[in-house]
């Protein structure tokens, strides 16, 4: 039989107060881990992400924690990681899920709609990873989301799409320069999964990218996190550098 266990490592997923995120870090603490659950600081996300950390700890004492951070803030981040490590003495799997949509054409699009994207979505993902370098374990692993919006261009999406396929991009790297420590770095390209946002999209629109889908379904969080389990899992031990598509097949 073949297992994932994860027990003695730490785990931090930011974002993590709902959809993939949550899942994510539910998936990684039933494979052992302790999960550090960052989210905005919002008194919804506050809320959820101390829901989530109230059931883990019910289940396996002292096995998560919540810790509120912006992303798109180099201060706030530093000041995360000095706390995770002050807690738990480093840091075994860095998982980027945080980031934002703010659609619109390029011709409309303000420069703060752009901005705010890039911010959270590509230079969260830099300050996260370069804050986290410093607290890692040597034989971590990094994993990023990236996105499917990076490699088909939807209409619409041009600071979404763009700041993706920095993180992409940024991953190659990563593995490269991170390698020294045996820390691998990965990105993950979702397809469109049922969350509450693919709930809002308009039924036609869902018909129409269905088509395009050769398992003529949206993925589930489930199969995402299982994907980023499988990457920080001695199971990946020879992948780094890689963008891994989650899609159903969809090459439309």
């Known amino acids: ?7 003695g490592k730490v785990a931090l997923i930011t974002g993590a107060s709902q959809g993939i995120g949550a899942q994510v870090a539910r998936t990684f603490h039933r494979a052992g881990a302790t999960v550090v659950l960052n989210h905005l600081g919002t008194p919804g996300t506050t809320a959820d992400a101390q829901l989530l950390a109230d059931e883990f700890n019910l289940a396996r004492t002292d096995s998560a924690s919540i810790i509120a951070a912006d992303v798109s803030k180099p201060d706030q981040v530093q000041s995360m990681m000095a706390e995770i490590q002050a807690r738990h003495g480093g840091l075994d799997y860095l998982v980027n899920n945080a980031a934002i949509i703010k659609d619109r054409t390029i011709a409309k699009m303000s420069l703060d709609e752009w901005d705010a994207v890039i911010d959270v979505n590509l230079s969260g993902v830099f300050y996260c990873c370069k804050y986290a370098l410093e607290i890692m374990r040597d034989h971590g692993a990094i994993v990023s989301f990236g996105s499917i919006a990076a490699i088909q261009g939807f209409f619409g999406q041009a600071n979404y799409a763009a700041a993706k396929s920095g993180v992409q991009a940024m991953m190659r790297v990563l593995s490269r320069e991170a390698a020294r420590k045996q820390i691998r770095a990965n990105a993950i390209a979702p397809g469109v999964i049922d969350t509450s946002m693919a709930a809002t999209i308009p039924e036609a629109v869902r018909a129409e ?11 589930t969080t489930e199969e995402v996190a299982n994907v980023v389990l499988f990457l920080c899992s001695p199971l990946a031990s020879y992948v780094t550098g890689q963008t891994i598509e989650i899609n159903g097949g969809w090459r439309g």
Not at 1 to 7: A, G, N, T
Not at 209 to 219: E, S, T, W
């Open 1 to 7: 039989m073949i297992s994932i266990d994860l027990k």
């Open 209 to 219: 990218m269905l088509k395009n889908v050769p398992l003529a379904r949206f993925g």
